[in-house]
């Protein structure tokens, strides 16, 4: 069962779009400028955090950049397993690295997955351009 324990969380961003639906919770996002945020849907692409809650538009969003978080897992990535280094996917949820050296690694894994489900994970950016060792 997925778990969270809380470490550092941004709240200084709004949201551009509405994500008061329960399936925004718990997704991928990024900067889309000094003031905003939005879902991270570019698959590898880099991120800013998780968002812990479902704010509307214009609302501010808790968004947890660092320590352990739950996580939507892709609805078409394969199985996930504990200790694997996950990436963002078009649909702003995470799936295993593929290829680490072309995909932003933003943590591990703490435990398995093998179907759409939400996970818990280490969020831990570890960049790209690596083989993520």
């Keep these: 069962m997925a778990y969270e324990i809380t470490g550092q969380t941004l709240g200084t961003l709004d949201a551009l779009n509405d994500f008061s639906s329960s399936s925004a919770q718990f997704t991928l996002v990024k900067t889309t400028s ?27 969003g808790s968004i947890m950049v660092t320590g352990i978080t739950k996580v939507r897992v892709h609805s078409t990535a394969a199985a996930v397993v504990a200790g694997e280094a996950l990436t963002a996917t078009t649909s702003a949820g995470v799936e295993a690295v593929a290829n680490a050296l072309s995909s932003f690694v933003i943590g591990r894994a703490l435990e398995a997955s093998s179907t759409t489900q939400i996970i818990t994970m280490l969020l831990r950016p570890e960049g790209g351009g690596s083989t993520a060792a």
């Design 34 to 60: 000094a003031t905003d945020f939005s879902q991270q849907v570019t698959a590898g692409g880099w991120v800013l955090g998780v968002l812990q809650n479902r704010p509307s538009t214009g609302q501010t």
